[in-house]
Structure formats: C-alpha cells, structure tokens
C-alpha cells in the first residue's frame, strides 16, 4: 500500500512568520511530488512541484526534497492570513497513468 | 492558461435521477481524470483518461459512467446514485501520463437525496 503521510494540524503560525509543512511517502521509486494548497470548499490549486533533491524556491514557497529520508517539505515565508488553507501534499509514482497519491492534509492558519 | 472547467458548480439529485457532469479544457491536454472527494479528505482519483481512452477506472461502481466525446471533453454520467455519493466531484488535467502536473477544475459539489 502506497502511503503518503502529512501531520493533519491544525498548524497555527503569526503572520509574517515562516509556515513549515512536512510529508513523508513511502514509495522509494516515487518520481514527482506536488504541493497544492486547497480553501474550504474550493478545488486544490497547484503551488509547487519538485522532481529533484533540494530545494526550490518559487516567491515567498521552498519546496524541498530529500529522497533518501522520503520525505518532503514546503516552506512558506512571510505567511499571511490568506495562506490559510489546507495543504495536500501528493506523489507521483511513476506508474501507468500519471497516478498521484494524496497525503491527507495540512491544515494551516495563520494568526493576523 | 491553466484553466479547467466544469459545470455545473452545484447539482441536487434524487436516487432515481440521471444526471451528467462536465469537465472541459482547452490547454490542448491529453489526459483528463476525475476525483471525488468528500468532506476533510483528499481527492480519490476515479477515472484517467489517455488520449481519449479509458486507461484506469479505480474499481467505481458502475452508477457512475465516465465519457471521453473529444480530447477536450470529459463527462461523468451519474445514475441511481446513494447519499453516501455526496461529494465534491473534481475533474482534472495533464499534458500526457509521463509523469506531468494535475491541474484541477473548480469542482461539482454534488448531493444526492
């Protein structure tokens, strides 16, 4: 069973400080991984993805990827209010049809 | 452009109803799934679509029935549906299979009375 783990939160942070969200998975020939952030009752919006080891940042979003620990993390620095959402951290196995296996979440807020 | 549609935003069925869902895009996408997801979890994929075949139907109960008219159309027929298959009905898109980013329409928040 292909498992994607996320500390389900909720992750309260004051804003203007930095947001870490974490997600282990446990498939090692995992391929691709996605960060989407999704707001109650709207549809996951896609933030970041990362292939590679390290970090990749992307305005105020660090992904990283450490593949020997199967783990990956998003930063979020200067986190605002509007940050607030729940964030679904997803992997791609490299499987026949593009599959993504989704964590069960993040929920963050961020205290004004 | 990015954009996945799907409408419509909102549907309220009986059990004995037949209804369609309908996802669209224009990005010139090859491969189109659906999701459904209900309150507080993640998506569950349901259906891929590659190239305007069926490529993977994840074990769905046959009330529901995926369509794939053009490479820019993806329907889900919806019949004699439970209340337990209220839920928001996500359909997204992707480039081709290798692996390539989702991404995701607005969704069909679904009830069924």
């Known amino acids: 069973q292909k498992e994607v783990e996320q500390n389900s939160g909720p992750l309260s942070v004051p804003e203007g400080a930095i947001a870490s969200l974490n997600c282990t998975y446990s498939d090692r020939g995992s391929q691709s991984f996605f960060w989407y952030r999704q707001y109650s009752g709207k549809s996951p919006e896609l933030i970041m993805f990362?292939?590679?080891?390290g970090d990749k940042e992307d305005g105020r979003f660090t992904a990283q990827l450490n593949k020997a620990s199967q783990y990956v993390s998003l930063l979020i620095r200067d986190s605002q209010p509007s940050d607030s959402a729940t964030y679904l951290c997803a992997v791609n196995e490299g499987d026949a049809g593009n599959m993504l296996t989704f964590g069960g979440g993040t929920r963050l807020m961020v205290k004004p | 452009d990015t954009e996945v549609t799907q409408t419509p935003k909102h549907l309220v069925m009986g059990m004995t109803n037949k209804k369609s869902l309908k996802c669209e895009q224009h990005m010139g996408h090859r491969a189109m799934y659906w999701y459904k997801q209900k309150a507080k979890k993640p998506p569950e994929l349901m259906f891929v679509?590659?190239?305007?075949?069926?490529?993977i139907n994840e074990s769905v109960p046959s009330r529901f029935s995926p369509e794939c008219p053009n490479s820019s159309l993806l329907n889900l027929h919806l019949h004699a549906l439970q209340p337990e298959d209220s839920a928001l009905y996500l359909c997204?898109?992707?480039?081709?299979?290798?692996?390539?980013?989702?991404?995701f329409g607005p969704g069909t928040r679904l009830l069924v009375l």
């Open positions: 679509y590659s190239y305007e075949k069926l490529s």
């Open positions: 990362i292939y590679s080891n």
């Open positions: 997204a898109s992707s480039q081709g299979l290798a692996p390539e980013t989702q991404y």
